[in-house]
């Protein structure tokens, strides 16, 4: 994800997770963003988010997300 024309801030998979036992195994993985400070008070200050994918076998830009989904991410930050 990245706010505004800031770094972005890549994904960090919860691998300390347990996702299998005996009988099944988790189809439901997290990732979490560990945003800056600076981030989130720009977020608070109306800035928008872009998310995408950077591998070298798929790159996704997307230019912003939907304003929704940003407020849901404040919420989550405060």
Do not use: C, W, Y
């Given at each position: 994800?990245r706010?505004?024309?800031?770094?972005?801030v890549?994904?960090?998979?919860?691998?300390?997770?347990?996702r299998?036992?005996?009988?099944?195994?988790?189809?439901?993985?997290?990732?979490?963003?560990?945003?800056p400070p600076?981030?989130?008070?720009a977020l608070?200050?109306?800035?928008?988010?872009?998310?995408?994918?950077?591998?070298?076998?798929?790159?996704?830009?997307?230019?912003?997300?939907p304003?929704?989904?940003?407020e849901?991410?404040?919420?989550?930050?405060?």
């Amino acid at each position: 994800v990245r706010v505004g024309d800031q770094e972005p801030v890549f994904a960090i998979p919860d691998e300390d997770m347990e996702r299998a036992n005996d009988s099944k195994t988790s189809a439901v993985h997290f990732l979490r963003f560990e945003l800056p400070p600076a981030a989130i008070e720009a977020l608070h200050a109306g800035t928008g988010v872009s998310a995408g994918v950077g591998h070298p076998e798929l790159t996704v830009h997307v230019k912003a997300i939907p304003e929704i989904l940003r407020e849901s991410l404040i919420a989550d930050l405060a």
